[in-house]
C-alpha cells in the first residue's frame, strides 16, 4: 500500500477540497502519511494573490526537493494554480509529475495511479473543464480539523465580479448545494461528534438564490440539529434585517458574523465594482453591534485610486466602527482583472506601509474589545495544550479558528472538545486569559 500526504495551502475552502481528496484516495487503498513517508505528495495550491502564488511556488519546489532526496516517487499539484496557469506551470515545473485544476478533484486516485503505475502518464497534466464541477456532497471527507469543529462549503463560485477578483475565473459561477444534501452532510458530522459548522462559501450570504432557496431557509434547517453554526464570509448588502434577527434569536447560531467590506470610501468601493457603499456598512455594523453580534472583516489597501485621502477614511472608519476582529491586505494587482488597468496604482512600498498603519488601529480595535472580556464568565471550548504557556488553549463563540485568537486557561480534568465555563481575567492584544470555574455541567 503506498502512502500518500497532501499539503493544503490556501483558504479553508480549500482545505475542504483537500479533505475530500483524502477520503477518496483512502477508499482507493491508499494511507495518508507524513510527507517524509510519503510514495506520493499532493500540494493543493491557492492562487488568489501574488503572496499565495508565491507560497504555493516556494511549497512546490520544496516538495521536489524532497522528491529527489527522500522517499517520495512522484509530485502532484492541485487546486487553483493549476487551474489558472496549467500551462506555464508545465513549462516551468519538470519536477512535477501531474496537475489537477479545481473541477477535476474526482479523479484524484485515477492521476495517482497513473503516475505510480506508467511514467508515460506520470508526465501529463490531468484535463478538466468546468462542466467537470467536483460533486463534493456525494464524496465523503476526511476532516482535517479538531474533530469537534468542520467547516463545510454550502457553494461553489462567485458571481460578484469584484473588479479586483480572480475568483470567477477560477472557480467559475456561482453554484449552491442543493438545501437536503447540505443538511444531510451536516446531521452526520454531528453524529461522528462535531459540535461546530463553519459554513463557507466565496458568498455565503448568497446561498440559493441559483436554486430558489436562502441563506435564512438554510439556517432554519440547521439550526435544529445539535451544532453550533458559524458565518463566514458574507457580503454586506445580502446582510438583511431578517437574517440578523435569525442570528441575535438563534441559540444554535454563533453571534459572529464575517463580512468582507474590503474598504469604506465610496470612491473606491465603486471601483472595486462592490455593491454598497459607506453610509450602508456604518448602519450594518452599528446594527450588529446593537444586537450583541460581533464583526470580523477583511480590509484592503492600495487599492488603484486609493489616495491619502481615501486611506484615512478607512483609518477614522475603523476606529468609529470598531470592528471586533480585521484582517488587513494589500491590493494584488492581477492579470486579466479589471483593476490591473485602473489609474492611481499605489507602490508596494505605499502598500505596506498603509497595511502596517491600519492593522495598528485594527488591532486597538481588538484590543478594546478583549478588555471588555476581563472580569466575565465566557463559554470556552477546550482544544489543544500550549506547554510553553502551560496553559489549555479554547476557544469562545466569538472565536473563529485561526484567525481569531484563542483563551489561555487553567483548570482541572478537562476534556477536548467540551465547553467550560472560563473566568477571564486578562487579555493580551489578541488572547484572553482565564481558569475554569462555575457549573461546568
Given at each position: 500500500?503506498?502512502?500518500?500526504?497532501v499539503?493544503?495551502?490556501?483558504?479553508?475552502?480549500?482545505?475542504i477540497?483537500?479533505?475530500?481528496?483524502?477520503?477518496?484516495?483512502?477508499r482507493?487503498?491508499?494511507?495518508?502519511?507524513?510527507?517524509?513517508?510519503?510514495d506520493?505528495?499532493?500540494?493543493?495550491?491557492?492562487?488568489?494573490?501574488?503572496?499565495?502564488?508565491?507560497?504555493?511556488?516556494?511549497?512546490?519546489?520544496?516538495?521536489?526537493?524532497?522528491?529527489?532526496?527522500?522517499?517520495?516517487?512522484?509530485?502532484?499539484?492541485?487546486?487553483?494554480?493549476?487551474?489558472?496557469?496549467?500551462?506555464?506551470?508545465?513549462?516551468?515545473?519538470p519536477?512535477?509529475?501531474a496537475?489537477?485544476?479545481?473541477?477535476?478533484?474526482?479523479?484524484?486516485?485515477?492521476?495517482?495511479?497513473?503516475?505510480?503505475?506508467?511514467?508515460?502518464?506520470?508526465?501529463?497534466?490531468a484535463?478538466?473543464?468546468?462542466?467537470?464541477?467536483y460533486?463534493?456532497?456525494n464524496?465523503?471527507?476526511?476532516?482535517?480539523?479538531?474533530?469537534?469543529?468542520?467547516?463545510?462549503k454550502?457553494?461553489?463560485?462567485?458571481?460578484?465580479?469584484?473588479?479586483?477578483?480572480?475568483?470567477?475565473?477560477?472557480?467559475?459561477?456561482?453554484?449552491?448545494r442543493?438545501?437536503?444534501?447540505?443538511?444531510?452532510?451536516?446531521k452526520?458530522?454531528?453524529?461522528?461528534g462535531?459540535?461546530?459548522?463553519?459554513?463557507?462559501?466565496?458568498?455565503?450570504?448568497?446561498?440559493?438564490?441559483?436554486?430558489?432557496?436562502?441563506?435564512?431557509?438554510?439556517?432554519?434547517?440547521?439550526?435544529?440539529?445539535?451544532?453550533?453554526?458559524?458565518?463566514?464570509y458574507?457580503?454586506?448588502?445580502?446582510?438583511?434585517?431578517?437574517?440578523?434577527?435569525?442570528?441575535?434569536?438563534?441559540e444554535r447560531?454563533a453571534?459572529?458574523?464575517?463580512?468582507?467590506?474590503q474598504?469604506?470610501?465610496?470612491?473606491?468601493?465603486?471601483?472595486?465594482?462592490?455593491k454598497?457603499?459607506?453610509?450602508?456598512?456604518?448602519?450594518?455594523?452599528?446594527?450588529?453591534?446593537?444586537?450583541?453580534?460581533?464583526?470580523?472583516?477583511?480590509?484592503?489597501?492600495?487599492?488603484?485610486?486609493e489616495?491619502q485621502?481615501?486611506?484615512?477614511?478607512?483609518?477614522?472608519?475603523?476606529?468609529?466602527?470598531?470592528?471586533?476582529?480585521?484582517?488587513?491586505?494589500?491590493?494584488?494587482?492581477?492579470?486579466?482583472?479589471?483593476?490591473?488597468?485602473?489609474?492611481?496604482?499605489?507602490?508596494?512600498?505605499?502598500?505596506?506601509?498603509?497595511v502596517?498603519?491600519?492593522?495598528?488601529?485594527?488591532?486597538?480595535?481588538?484590543?478594546?474589545?478583549n478588555?471588555?472580556?476581563?472580569?466575565?464568565?465566557?463559554?470556552?471550548?477546550?482544544?489543544?495544550?500550549?506547554?510553553d504557556?502551560?496553559?489549555?488553549?479554547?476557544?469562545?463563540?466569538?472565536?473563529?479558528?485561526?484567525?481569531?485568537?484563542?483563551?489561555?486557561?487553567?483548570?482541572?480534568?478537562?476534556?477536548?472538545?467540551?465547553?467550560?465555563?472560563v473566568?477571564?481575567?486578562?487579555?493580551?492584544?489578541?488572547d484572553?486569559y482565564?481558569?475554569?470555574?462555575?457549573?461546568?455541567?
Amino acid at each position: 500500500m503506498e502512502n500518500v500526504a497532501v499539503i493544503s495551502l490556501g483558504c479553508d475552502k480549500n482545505r475542504i477540497d483537500t479533505e475530500h481528496m483524502l477520503y477518496r484516495l483512502v477508499r482507493g487503498g491508499f494511507a495518508v502519511s507524513d510527507a517524509e513517508d510519503a510514495d506520493v505528495i499532493i500540494v493543493n495550491t491557492c492562487a488568489f494573490i501574488e503572496s499565495a502564488r508565491e507560497e504555493s511556488i516556494d511549497t512546490i519546489l520544496s516538495y521536489a526537493q524532497l522528491k529527489k532526496s527522500g522517499k517520495c516517487k512522484r509530485l502532484i499539484v492541485t487546486g487553483c494554480l493549476p487551474q489558472k496557469y496549467r500551462d506555464e506551470l508545465i513549462k516551468e515545473l519538470p519536477e512535477v509529475d501531474a496537475f489537477l485544476g479545481t473541477f477535476d478533484y474526482e479523479n484524484i486516485v485515477d492521476v495517482v495511479r497513473g503516475a505510480l503505475e506508467d511514467e508515460q502518464a506520470a508526465t501529463r497534466n490531468a484535463e478538466y473543464t468546468e462542466s467537470a464541477y467536483y460533486d463534493a456532497e456525494n464524496c465523503g471527507r476526511l476532516l482535517t480539523t479538531y474533530p469537534h469543529v468542520a467547516y463545510l462549503k454550502i457553494a461553489e463560485g462567485c458571481n460578484n465580479k469584484c473588479t479586483f477578483c480572480t475568483i470567477p475565473s477560477i472557480r467559475g459561477g456561482y453554484r449552491s448545494r442543493p438545501l437536503a444534501d447540505i443538511v444531510e452532510e451536516t446531521k452526520k458530522l454531528s453524529e461522528s461528534g462535531v459540535k461546530e459548522i463553519i459554513l463557507v462559501a466565496q458568498d455565503v450570504s448568497r446561498y440559493g438564490c441559483d436554486i430558489g432557496s436562502s441563506l435564512l431557509e438554510l439556517l432554519s434547517e440547521l439550526e435544529k440539529l445539535p451544532v453550533l453554526i458559524r458565518l463566514l464570509y458574507c457580503y454586506p448588502e445580502q446582510i438583511t434585517d431578517e437574517l440578523i434577527d435569525k442570528i441575535a434569536a438563534s441559540e444554535r447560531i454563533a453571534k459572529y458574523i464575517d463580512i468582507p467590506v474590503q474598504h469604506c470610501s465610496d470612491k473606491i468601493l465603486k471601483l472595486m465594482n462592490r455593491k454598497t457603499n459607506r453610509a450602508s456598512i456604518e448602519r450594518l455594523i452599528n446594527k450588529l453591534h446593537s444586537r450583541g453580534i460581533v464583526v470580523r472583516t477583511t480590509l484592503m489597501v492600495g487599492f488603484p485610486g486609493e489616495t491619502q485621502k481615501e486611506f484615512d477614511e478607512l483609518l477614522a472608519f475603523v476606529k468609529k466602527v470598531k470592528p471586533e476582529y480585521a484582517g488587513v491586505f494589500a491590493y494584488s494587482k492581477e492579470d486579466g482583472t479589471p483593476a490591473a488597468f485602473l489609474p492611481g496604482q499605489v507602490s508596494k512600498a505605499e502598500k505596506i506601509k498603509r497595511v502596517n498603519a491600519l492593522g495598528r488601529v485594527c488591532a486597538e480595535a481588538t484590543k478594546q474589545f478583549n478588555m471588555k472580556q476581563v472580569g466575565k464568565t465566557l463559554r470556552v471550548i477546550y482544544e489543544d495544550v500550549d506547554f510553553d504557556k502551560n496553559k489549555f488553549v479554547g476557544r469562545t463563540e466569538f472565536q473563529t479558528p485561526g484567525v481569531d485568537g484563542v483563551v489561555y486557561f487553567s483548570g482541572n480534568g478537562v476534556e477536548v472538545g467540551r465547553v467550560y465555563n472560563v473566568l477571564i481575567t486578562r487579555n493580551t492584544n489578541y488572547d484572553l486569559y482565564g481558569r475554569v470555574g462555575g457549573d461546568n455541567k
